[in-house]
């Protein structure tokens, strides 16, 4: 019988507190500044979440303008309540796995009128915490793309479609903020079994509509769950300071508009390789 009356407790304890349960169980790598405001008091929005994809294979042939302007851009775009995530991809070989370093959301400022509701104290922890935290995440992210940028030890190829559709499936299917944002950084040149947009060791001019019934035919098509796509470094050659001629760039940025078109993203930035306007 105490057994039967523990499992009902905690049956009744997962029906009344579900939404709890799981806000427990979210990862946050931001210390959280609203742990002692009574949640009646207080919700984190699901408004926007930024997911910064870094392609490990070419991350660190950028110049160090690119580098500057891309911790720039996002430094400004970060505001209270945003979740961001950072994650690094490579080829499937080795130890060249992808993987989420950082995952985050920043806390917002109490509503005026919720206030006069909250102990002092803990207003003043609150208001001074806030001020510091987007700090601490610009301060990681700066951290990560540092590391980012080192260069692998053993090269690898860019196998981008198998890892976009992986991780659009582990990351961007999963995320319900109302708007995505996806900033990635990736020479995007492809070079898999699916296909290569290399030829006896230099890039070459695609045809857009037939690599696009290749990616069809293997049924590699992302699911990006409605994101807006922002690229930079587009045909940059890893390891020199070379990037691809005008005519096959432009059959890149077909191919790779299509591609985002059919894998449910609007492509708004792509970098040739640095991005001329703002990350919005």
Known sequence: MKVISLLKSVLISLIIFPITTQAMN??????SCAKD????????????????LVDKTMAHSLSLDIKKALYTDIKRFIQ???????????????????????????????ASDVRQYIKKNTLKYFDACLSKQQNFMVSKLGLLFKKAFEPQEKPTNTELIGSLQDISEQVL?????????VVLISDMLENSDITSFYTQNSTRKIEPSLEIERVKTVGMFANFNGADVYVIGTGVIAGSNQYVSSQKMAKLEAFWKEYFQQSQADLLGFGKPMLLSEIR
């Open 173 to 181: 299917l999963s995320s319900s903020a109302n708007r995505k944002v």
């Open 26 to 31: 979210v990862r946050n790598d931001v210390p």
């Open 37 to 52: 405001i009574p949640k009646q008091h207080y919700q984190l929005p699901n408004e926007r979440e930024l997911i910064i």
């Open 80 to 110: 209270s309540g945003d979740s961001v995530q950072f994650v690094e991809f490579s080829s499937f070989a080795q130890d060249s796995y992808t993987r989420v370093n950082f995952k985050g959301q920043l806390d917002i400022p109490l």
